[in-house]
């Protein structure tokens, strides 16, 4: 490390003001504090000092969904063989998914980053980090099979209209994740939706393109349910690739088809307690959303109709993106409430508001994604309001002290 420190300081006046690469500057400046803590301190005013910047925080972030992402790379490649109706090796089976997901990471980053530092490098700022997380965020919340060009697209415009136009990291009043997947919901929807966009079927490593396969379902299991469900819970069973009956360790484990983040709540709850250990994650917001889930499940069960209000709460917490969005997208520093009292009433509505949604409109069995967007834009709003009502306390405090004294 030593030797990598001496080289940057060597180049380091080649992209300064006057160097020859001075224009490069932006893109020198980012390489650098990612590999080294700058040494640069506040010259004034009260400030906390560590190691840990937001590169570091955002670094934790990655490893705390590694778990799920390749939870997830294993499940396209267990699901595609089991499709074709094929036997694999876990290793194989992995590799497969590894490789089918790998392209939209690579185009997620090179699209979004490029985006960030030529943005930063016109401006003469700083790249802003944010875009580590949101750049692994992209490829595992959208269909395994979503074309390339279409992930370049909705990032670009998601990097563009719903960070940089609000003034980039920490300004922006969306998360940028779930931007790029409305923006493919809204713009793409047969590539977002239906039986066959959640699997891989088409073998990429000698069977052609486009294999049809008789005996394949690629509906997800709220996806069967939304659109088979409507006599009682009990008599309704999720199925799997093969037609056989999904037990709940399946769903738990993550042996289901889905998107890529969202298969494996175990893997998804290791990256929780990563998040919550560090303090880079509000373990109350987390708790509010199943909270306000729980309340959103015993009030529908209650006034049950159809099988999916039928449906108990387990299953709600374990299927789609409930989990994964209450412990990676709800907890996003930047667009979530940031008062302590604000993120319980934040998360607690973001859990109410899915699960309704998910219930109550069929050709939606997924409501994660509006919950959060519909609540990031209230999350300023929240904070407000928690903030006034302190001052008032304190001043009601303050005016009863000094009556008092009198």
């Known amino acids: 490390m030593k030797a990598l420190r001496k080289y940057l300081d060597k180049i380091k006046p080649n992209f300064e003001e006057g160097g020859k690469l001075h224009w490069l500057h932006s893109t020198f400046d980012a ?10 301190t506040s010259r004034s005013g009260v400030h906390i000092h560590d190691a840990r910047d937001s590169k570091r925080t955002m670094t934790i972030v990655i490893v705390a969904l590694i778990p799920a992402l390749l939870m997830g790379m294993y499940s396209v490649g267990l699901h595609h063989y089991m499709a074709l109706g094929l036997e694999a090796s876990i290793v194989t089976k992995f590799i497969y998914g590894f490789l089918a997901v790998l392209p939209h990471i690579v185009v997620s980053y090179v699209v979004g980053l490029g985006i960030e530092f030529a943005i930063a490098q016109v401006r003469k700022e700083e790249v802003a980090e944010g875009f580590l997380v949101t750049g692994i965020l992209i490829p595992m919340i959208v269909p395994v099979d979503t074309p390339l060009w279409m992930i370049a697209v909705a990032t670009a415009f998601a990097v563009i209209f719903a960070k940089e136009v609000f003034g980039g990291t920490g300004y922006n009043i969306f998360n ?7 923006f493919l919901f809204f713009s793409y929807p047969s590539k977002m939706s239906g039986d066959q966009v959640w699997v891989r079927t088409a073998d990429t490593f000698g069977m052609g393109k486009g294999t049809v396969i008789d005996a394949y379902s690629g509906a997800t299991p709220l996806g069967q349910l ?10 309704f069973t999720f199925l799997g690739i093969t037609g056989e009956p999904l037990r709940i360790s399946d769903m738990f484990f993550g042996f289901i088809p889905g998107s890529i983040g969202e298969v494996s709540t175990f893997a998804i709850l290791l990256g929780a307690v990563l998040l919550i250990a560090t ?13 306000g889930g729980a309340v959103a499940v015993v009030l529908v069960n209650l006034f049950a109709q159809n099988a999916i209000m039928e449906m108990p709460m387990q299953y709600h917490f374990l299927l789609g993106g409930f989990a994964f969005g209450a412990v990676f997208m709800a907890t996003d520093p930047v667009t979530s409430a940031r008062t302590e009292k604000g993120k319980w009433i934040y998360g607690f509505l973001i859990g109410l508001l899915a699960i309704t949604i998910r219930v109550f409109n069929p050709g939606y069995p997924e409501g994660m994604m509006l919950a959060i967007l519909f609540m990031n834009a209230f999350a300023p709003l929240i904070d407000f309001y928690v903030i006034d009502g302190n001052i008032k306390r304190r001043m009601k405090r303050a005016a009863v002290a000094k009556k008092g004294q009198q």
Request: hydrophobic share 50%; proline share 2%; net charge neutral.
């Open 226 to 235: 939304a659109t088979t469900g409507a006599g009682s819970f009990g008599e």
């Open 31 to 40: 390489i650098e504090t990612f590999l080294f803590v700058p040494n640069n």
């Open 176 to 182: 940028v994740a779930l931007i790029t997947r409305a």
């Open 279 to 291: 303090g880079v994650g509000s373990w109350k917001t987390i708790l509010s959303v199943f909270l």
